[in-house]
């Protein structure tokens, strides 16, 4: 009988890994002194959220809700400094934001800048 391939774009198997490219920058607002965190050349954007995820999780962050808003989703946390936003659009750009919070935003840059899942590189604004 022959092996049914795998049609699932997003399944990544156990031994999958991706180092993940971020620049941590300011946003793209003019008049803000806030900053975000920008993924680029994403391959499995799914398995990215995951991993963010499981850092706001360990970083003691609780789930505050998700939207859905015309072509992305964003997932929000919270803490006892503010709110966080994860958003992922339909081109599977994902961004960290944090409004008047860069305290939680320098906390999630440094998990990400410790872990040999992540690579920071120089802005490109």
Not at 8 to 17: L, M
Not at 91 to 118: C, H, P, Q, T, Y
């Amino acid at each position: 009988m022959k092996k049914m391939r795998d049609t699932n774009k997003n399944f990544v198997g156990k031994n999958y890994r991706e180092v993940f490219k971020y620049e941590f920058i300011p946003t793209f607002e003019k008049d803000s002194e806030d900053f975000m965190i920008r993924f680029s050349s994403i391959k499995n954007a799914d398995h990215l959220l995951g991993k963010l995820l499981g850092i706001t999780n360990q970083l003691g962050f609780e789930p505050d809700g998700t939207n859905e808003v015309i072509d992305e989703i964003w997932i929000h946390a919270s803490s006892k400094n503010g709110r966080i936003t994860i958003t992922r659009d339909v081109w599977d750009m994902v961004f960290i934001l944090a409004e008047n919070n860069k305290i939680d935003l320098e906390r999630i840059e440094r998990e990400l800048n410790g872990s040999d899942d992540f690579e920071r590189i120089a802005a490109e604004v």
